[in-house]
């Protein structure tokens, strides 16, 4: 009996069609086979930045989605093999805030007071609360991920790989505890790493206030004031000293009532009309030492308040004379250390001042604001106050305005390798690639040292102990901790509080005190960075397997991830190896509601993933995210761009097989040895098949370039000219069951759906089963299962090509010319004139 295609019904419910597929790929374990089938090839590596499951997944998950199952597909199918191994991010604040949430806390009091054993029961638990949720949209959108061999960044084989790194970063001299002012959440009681501060700054309204600072000593005493602004009133509770640029020239300018010092520069900026220059001018290092009457006296500052000299202070804005309050500024600690100035800080970590101050007592810090600027325009001294809107640094997690406040902090010196990063970066390709040396190019070159330490709770511990002769230890496992301790950790659990309660002698040499665990945790983005090596347990477990997979060809992320966690993989990487975690990197960029906006609950302009696809189907989602517009740019996602996919490109693609598939089932036709060779078909035929080869290899070439626009646009068009040139063309040739018209149509379906399938792998599976394996013996079970299609460049004619661009052309000028006069189209003309003396055709 005759092989016959598969019925193929001329109307498809996408969705429905979709969720058979998924019946049989888990049938017939198509993804399991395919790594099988692939096994032994060279490899092709592929890294799963890990999603944090304690919310529930949202439309823009999808996104990075697609294009970590698109290219794997193409790569198992451009003959590598492609391990897919998901993953999960389990530690760090958002955790911690939203189990906060849950039982009511508002701080670190109500944790500990709850216990911090419990609280992170309640943590792990969140972690794993939506896990299948994320598993269900996985599933349902195709993306082909080992869940089941899933790495979970607080497992202990994680951490100990964690703890490794450190312990090689510690070694190196590059891990070590600083006094620095650093970014700090006075709600979350904890500091940022720079690379968390890029992620919260948000536009605020503050009070930005010119004071006067009348002089005590110098040749000015009595008679003039230095004028400072400033945009933190706040901080002029804890004012040392005020800042001059060394070689920059300041005026006593005045108003016939009083004498301001001022920059040269800026005195008409900074005064306004009314002011005129004395004469009197001094440069900054004349000034040096100066002594001022301070702004308040509410805190004790001895033997402080006089003018230091500063190289970063600029002419740009304000009046050149900066106030210094060492507590809460890096530049004003670094200062005022040189000058042996003390370091006063009357804030509390939770951000408000010291109980029993005048004015601002048990304040929050940003509150004071008002009272301090009403005190000092009672007693004369503020010389003018105007809101001054600029963007301010806020907790990313809690939305917190934040303090840059002295204290303590592990830190890792990322600036000692600096030059490092950027010969990484250089090697890496980015798409797009304007932000290799712009987002993230700026970002290396502005590096600042990584704030490591957290102050908190739920997350991997700093493994370093030390005992009151402050010698350090940095352990690497709970191995070594066993040797430590002489008792068998290797059943711990790797997390407070537990591990703080674990001593040892110190091995410092001659020291036999005890050395206790410092008592922070890690910023949960080193955990993510750091698996590469720590998803397999390295070095203690799969060290030939890592080592085979380091680095990966290929990442891909949204665009806020520049300094997040493309940076923290880079920079892990290159700390521990000297070599950065990728060589590839897909920029993508945020997902907008059809307004515009972004997409939130408040806005009600979500859309909720699952029941998109469901209306719409995986594979019109898919091609959207993969296809529709540029990757790299913010896009807006609806119903209706969603439907103008499945409209434009897959029912056409869909409508072309149903007729392939009516015809030839009508006619009894069936591939066979006997059909003639594609030389010896007609013209319309070898025009197309030329435009096949073009399009295999045009296709080919945007996946490598991880363009999957170009590669989207390429399809859509092609499968627009096979139906709507090349079917409608040829349609008497099929009603006559033309063997060459069916083989022809069938040769070209069948490698445009292998084209196809990394970004559509639902509809073009269901084709595969219908119109591939039923007629061809030694098919694969799967489209997913084939080789990529290879063009058959003896069929290529650039000249036939042009010949029937000129063609179409001809035509469409004729369609145009009939709806502009009236013409309709079936309507015969008794002649028509071509001007085409010339013309050259346009390429297509």
Not at 24 to 29: A, G, L, S, V, Y
Not at 38 to 61: D, I, K, L, Q
Not at 363 to 385: C, I, M, N, S, V
Request: aromatic share 12%; net charge negative.
């Amino acid at each position: 009996m005759t092989p016959q295609y598969r019925q193929v019904p001329a109307q498809v419910d996408l969705p429905a069609l979709e969720h058979a597929v998924l019946d049989f790929w888990r049938e017939n374990k198509i993804f399991a086979r395919s790594l099988e089938q692939s096994e032994g090839r060279p490899e092709w590596v592929f890294y799963e930045g890990p999603p944090t499951a304690n919310g529930m997944p949202g439309a823009h998950h999808i996104e990075a989605r697609v294009f970590k199952d698109v290219f794997p597909r193409f790569r198992t199918m451009r003959g590598y093999h492609v391990d897919r191994k998901a993953g999960w991010d389990c530690h760090g604040l958002p955790v911690e805030l939203a189990v906060e949430k849950e039982l009511g806390f508002n701080g670190k009091k109500d944790i500990e007071a709850y216990g911090i054993a419990e609280f992170n029961a309640k943590c792990r638990e969140s972690v794993t609360r939506h896990t299948d949720a994320f598993a269900e949209l996985t599933t349902r959108m195709g993306y082909w991920t080992d869940l089941d061999g899933a790495y979970w960044t607080m497992n202990p084989e994680y951490v100990e790989s964690v703890w490794w790194s450190l312990k090689e970063i510690f070694n190196k001299g590059l891990l070590v505890q600083d006094h620095r002012v650093a970014p700090w959440c006075p709600r979350c009681g904890t500091g940022l790493s720079d690379h968390e501060l890029a992620q919260g700054y948000e536009t605020v309204v503050d009070p930005s206030v010119f004071v006067r600072f009348p002089l005590t000593s110098g040749p000015l005493a009595g008679e003039a004031a230095l004028l400072v602004w400033t945009t933190t009133p706040w901080t002029l509770v804890s004012n040392t000293a005020v800042a001059a640029h060394p070689g920059v020239r300041y005026v006593v300018a005045t108003n016939g009532e009083e004498k301001l010092v001022v920059a040269e520069p800026l005195v008409e900026k900074a005064l306004g009309e009314g002011w005129t220059t004395t004469g009197e001018s001094f440069t900054g290092a004349e000034m040096e030492r100066w002594s001022y009457r301070r702004p308040f006296e509410l805190v004790e500052i001895p033997d402080a308040h006089f003018v230091v000299n500063a190289e970063y202070v600029t002419t740009e804005d304000g009046t050149g004379l900066v106030h210094q309050s060492p507590a809460f500024g890096e530049d004003d600690l670094l200062t005022c250390r040189a000058y042996g100035l003390p370091v006063v800080n009357p804030v509390r970590p939770d951000g408000t001042f010291e109980e029993g101050l005048d004015l601002v007592g048990g304040q929050f810090f940003k509150k004071a604001d008002e009272a301090l600027t009403a005190d000092l325009k009672e007693r004369g001294l503020l010389f003018r106050h105007v809101p001054y809107e600029h963007s301010y640094p806020h907790c990313w997690r809690c939305h917190t305005a934040l303090l840059y406040y002295a204290q303590p902090s592990w830190y890792i010196r990322t600036t000692a390798i600096k030059d490092a990063l950027l010969r990484e970066n250089e090697k890496t390709n980015w798409y797009p690639e304007s932000v290799k040396t712009g987002r993230y190019g700026d970002w290396l070159n502005n590096n600042i040292d990584w704030a490591l330490s957290r102050n908190r709770y739920w997350g991997t511990p700093l493994p370093i102990w030390r005992c009151a002769e402050s010698h350090l230890t940095c352990v690497g496992s709970l191995a070594e901790l066993s040797e430590l301790t002489g008792t068998d950790q290797s059943g711990l659990d790797p997390h407070r509080p537990y591990i703080d309660s674990v001593t040892f002698g110190c091995p410092a040499d001659g020291c036999s005190l005890t050395a206790e665990r410092v008592p922070e945790v890690i910023d949960a983005w080193y955990d993510s960075g750091s698996m590469p090596f720590a998803q397999y347990g390295y070095p203690y477990r799969n060290k030939e397997l890592f080592e085979r997979r380091y680095p990966a060809q290929f990442i891909s992320e949204a665009i806020d991830q520049t300094r997040g966690w493309f940076y923290t993989l880079m920079a892990v990487g290159t700390l521990v190896f000297d070599k950065s975690s990728y060589e590839n990197v897909v920029c993508l960029g945020h997902i907008l509601a059809e307004d515009g906006r972004k997409m939130s609950k408040h806005l009600g302009n979500i859309l909720q993933p699952i029941p998109l696809m469901d209306q719409h189907g995986a594979d019109a989602v898919r091609w959207f995210m993969a296809a529709g517009g540029s990757p790299w740019a913010a896009r807006r996602v609806g119903h209706g761009t969603i439907q103008e996919v499945v409209r434009k490109t897959l029912l056409t693609y869909w409508n072309t097989v149903a007729f392939q598939a009516l015809y030839a089932r009508t006619s009894g036709w069936a591939p066979s040895a006997a059909d003639p060779a594609p030389a010896e078909r007609p013209l319309l035929d070898r025009w197309l098949l030329g435009e096949l080869g073009t399009l295999t290899e045009q296709v080919t070439e945007s996946l490598e370039a991880y363009d999957t626009q170009r590669a989207g646009k390429l399809l859509s068009a092609f499968v627009d000219d096979l139906s709507n040139w090349y079917v409608r063309r040829s349609r008497r040739r099929f009603w006559q069951g033309d063997t060459a018209a069916m083989r022809t149509l069938h040769d070209v379906i069948e490698t445009v759906t292998r084209l196809m399938a990394p970004l559509v792998p639902f509809i073009t599976e269901r084709v595969w089963q219908d119109l591939v394996v039923p007629v061809t013996p030694e098919a694969p079970a799967s489209v997913h299962l084939t080789n990529w299609p290879e063009p058959d460049r003896s069929m290529i004619d650039p000249a036939l090509s042009a010949q029937m661009a000129l063609v179409r052309r001809l035509v469409e000028l004729g369609r145009a010319t009939r709806a502009e006069s009236g013409v309709k189209t079936r309507q015969p003309l008794s002649r028509a004139l071509v001007a085409a003396s010339g013309f050259e055709a346009p390429c297509t």
